[in-house]
């Protein structure tokens, strides 16, 4: 399989930064917001997202030179007791600031790097710099190139991408296509793992994916303002009828490899059919979102000596609470989910192993330790609660998985706690 890609990223930034200081002509950037979650797809905590930067901010930031501040801290405790994955405890600190200087009213030049910190390391887990041209010719495209909006951002499930990627594998760099409108949006990227120099003994790998949601119907009920709240704006009331699908292809290979291993790529395809219900509270600024997700998911590989193909089924019913301060000074999003997972043959080169069902390739260097060999068909009854809490721009998060196999009669339950904090902020520099 031929895959040809040029990839041309000029980014040239020389500034001295200055002492910040306040000013309202550059807004705060929040880790999350309640009208962010009405078009979500995912199983994730809404505060890990990064959303993309918006059509106001670019207007607002146009010829400004400014300093964004984004400080996370983590708690994450995996107790895996089946054979699927291996558990695991972590505790850590992110850091990444960026300088975004705006070129005009539609563009966005970003530099600045990503370090992680985990306790009882020596060094840092991890020190990369990012770099990010942002173009929005219109409100509902955006076009990024270099370290695109990644993570729990891309809103994939965790079949396709495991939660705690968020913490190991955070930052993704390449292309990327974002659209939104009232009936659809989408996400297309390309994040190149690997780029391999001539006569490497390596392997390129890179990985392309496209997520996209319908909305086909969609009934809305009368509106209900309150004053100084515009909780509104993205959250529409009523009942609403949408179809998710994406496809994602993991590739490693090259044709400028020394080494004699095979040329791998795995496919992930998803389509499903959502049913959500949403309404509000008339008493106070409280939001309810009721939602119905059944998917479909493929899976198959492409290797010069294996081709085996893998089918599943996911079911998942879920209920939000989300309340408002009139004064944005707190905000509560409280979220209940419960579904149920048949797998057949199933394997995602990023998905949670949990919900592996299959033996996985050495070629796709997945340790062995948290291969499923025992069983093809396999059967989960998942949980998720998150509580998150905004405490003037500081966003904490609690979360709390659990993964029941009906199947086996011993070691047939899996754990996970997680413990978020995160300091978003923007401070103009001139």
Known sequence: MKHLFA?????????TVA???????????????????????????????????????LIQGCRHLTLDIDASGFFYDAEYATSMAKGYTVAGFRLSPALAYGINERAQLRIGFNATAFAGLDSLYCLRPTLSLVYAPTKWLTLVAGTIYGSHTHR?????????????????????????????????????????????????????GTRHQFRIINIQKRKTEWAGCDF????ELGWQLSIPIHFIASHRGGELKTIDTNTVTTFNERIGLQIKHSFANALRPSFHNIRFDMSVYDYHLEDRDL????????????????????????????????????????????GDPRFWSHTAYASLHVPQSTINEGYSIYNLLTFTLSVEHE???????????????????????DFLFGFYMRFKERFLLF
């Open 232 to 235: 509104y704006k993205d959250n």
């Open 19 to 57: 002492q910040a200081q306040d000013t309202t002509v550059a807004t705060p950037r929040r880790a999350h917001h309640p009208s962010a979650l009405g078009n979500n797809a995912d199983y994730s905590m809404h505060l890990l997202y990064d959303q993309p930067v918006t059509s106001r901010e």
């Open 156 to 208: 994939l499930d965790a079949p396709v991408y495991d939660p705690s990627r968020w913490i190991f594998n955070y930052q993704e760099d390449g292309l990327q296509i974002l659209t939104k409108t009232k009936l659809w949006n989408s996400d297309t990227w390309l994040d190149w793992q690997h780029y391999l120099t001539p006569w490497t003994p390596d392997q390129e790998r890179f990985t392309m």
């Open 307 to 350: 081709d085996r193909p893998g089918q599943a089924f996911y079911s998942t019913l879920s209920y939000e609470w989300m309340h408002w301060n009139k004064q944005q000074m707190a905000d509560w999003a409280v979220r209940a989910a419960v579904g149920f997972w048949h797998g057949n043959h199933y394997f995602s080169a990023f």
């Open 391 to 413: 405490f003037k721009g500081l966003n904490l998060g609690l979360q709390f998985d659990a993964c029941y196999n009906p199947d086996h009669s011993k070691n047939n339950t």
């Open 7 to 15: 990839i041309t990223i000029t980014l040239l930034l020389a500034s």
